[in-house]
T-cell receptor, first 112, second 110 residues
Framework: KAGVTQTPRYLIKTRGQQVTLSCSPISGHRSVSWYQQTPGQGLQFLFEYFSETQRNKGNFPGRFSGRQFSNSRSEMNVSTLELGDSALYLC???????????FGPGTRLTVL | TQLLEQSPQFLSIQEGENLTVYCNSSSVFSSLQWYRQEPGEGPVLLVTVVTGGEVKKLKRLTFQFGDARKDSSLHITAAQPGDTGLYLCAGLYNFNKFYFGSGTKLNVKP
């Protein structure tokens, strides 16, 4: 089985721009979660989707949004980028919500 | 404040030494997972523990879940350079959300 894939792997943007990151879960997995990882804050939960519905959301501003498609692929969007949004964004999939999570390699976002 | 506190934050040891990493909380977790992450990659799941007092072994790694399901430990016997990485614990809280510890950065010198 192919693992979780994330695109792009690296991204450089400037303040004020917006960005869309993509995640393809393991085949058959219906739950996708997104995390932000920074050296200072560690891994912080962004949101979780199951069967196209957002089931849970972390404590991030409304600039961070996401969605899930009928094939379980997910995207997250960050609008009006700030310098502090520079981070590794990780996607994890699981067969059911709150089951064991399998992570993708992440998207490294740099905001200049 | 983190829901899960990991200690130590950094550990640098010689090949062949033993080590223990701790993951503590004042909250009860439904389950707890341990991951290892290498630079530039996503975390890789090592183990999931579910039952209080549970002990699981994965070759030279031993994982324990506290009786009250509030804490966990990871013990590595005879560490090798290939064990180098960031070790993360993650607890499933209230059947609702995973919370991650801040991580333990392990460096095993040959």
């Amino acid at each position: 089985k192919a693992g979780v894939t994330q695109t792009p792997r690296y991204l450089i943007k400037t303040r004020g721009q917006q960005v869309t990151l993509s995640c393809s879960p393991i085949s058959g997995h219906r739950s996708v979660s997104w995390y932000q990882q920074t050296p200072g804050q560690g891994l912080q939960f962004l949101f979780e989707y199951f069967s196209e519905t957002q089931r849970n959301k972390g404590n991030f501003p409304g600039r961070f949004s996401g969605r899930q498609f009928s094939n379980s692929r997910s995207e997250m969007n960050v609008s009006t980028l700030e310098l502090g949004d520079s981070a590794l964004y990780l996607c994890a999939s699981s067969s059911e919500p709150y089951n064991e999570q399998f992570f993708g390699p992440g998207t490294r976002l740099t905001v200049l | 404040t983190q829901l899960l506190e990991q200690s130590p934050q950094f550990l640098s040891i010689q090949e062949g030494e033993n080590l223990t990493v701790y993951c503590n909380s004042s909250s009860v977790f439904s389950s707890l997972q341990w991951y290892r992450q290498e630079p530039g990659e996503g975390p890789v799941l090592l183990v999931t523990v579910v039952t209080g007092g549970e002990v699981k072994k994965l070759k030279r790694l031993t994982f324990q879940f506290g009786d009250a399901r509030k804490d966990s430990s990871l013990h590595i016997t005879a560490a090798q350079p290939g064990d180098t990485g960031l070790y993360l614990c993650a607890g499933l809280y209230n059947f609702n959300k995973f919370y991650f510890g801040s991580g333990t950065k392990l460096n095993v010198k040959p």
